[in-house]
């Protein structure tokens, strides 16, 4: 039986519980940062589809949070589009580009 490296366990629990506050698959630093650019003019770089991605999948507008796999059901596609449409959005959002 091969025991995990305790160094390299370490190194594991330490990304994990990090992480484990995420929301969505994004770290507490860039919620706040999404939270705070949303009812920004920043909001009106994105796509129609982005933002209505974004604020499903994360909860804005005061709408509850839909899974992805819910969204792409009725988008009629896979998770990973969402995925890759949520992450596109957020990069977008929160580009330094002046509004």
């Known amino acids: 039986m091969t025991l995990v490296c305790p160094a390299r ?3 594991f629990l ?3 519980t990090s992480r484990s506050n995420d929301r969505y698959g994004m770290h507490s630093t ?3 940062a999404i ?3 949303w009812p920004t003019p ?3 770089r994105l ?3 982005e933002q209505d991605v974004l604020a499903r999948v994360a909860g804005l507008d005061s709408q509850a949070a839909v899974p992805m796999t819910v969204i792409a059901a ?3 596609c896979t998770r990973e589009n969402v995925r890759q449409v949520k ?3 957020i990069l977008k959002l929160l580009a330094d580009s002046s509004p």
């Open 30 to 32: 860039e919620w706040a």
């Open 74 to 76: 009725e988008r009629g």
């Open 9 to 11: 366990f370490k190194i």
């Open 14 to 16: 330490a990304a994990f």
């Open 35 to 37: 939270q705070a650019a």
């Open 87 to 89: 992450e596109k959005a």
């Open 47 to 49: 796509s129609a589809k």
């Open 42 to 44: 920043r909001r009106r």
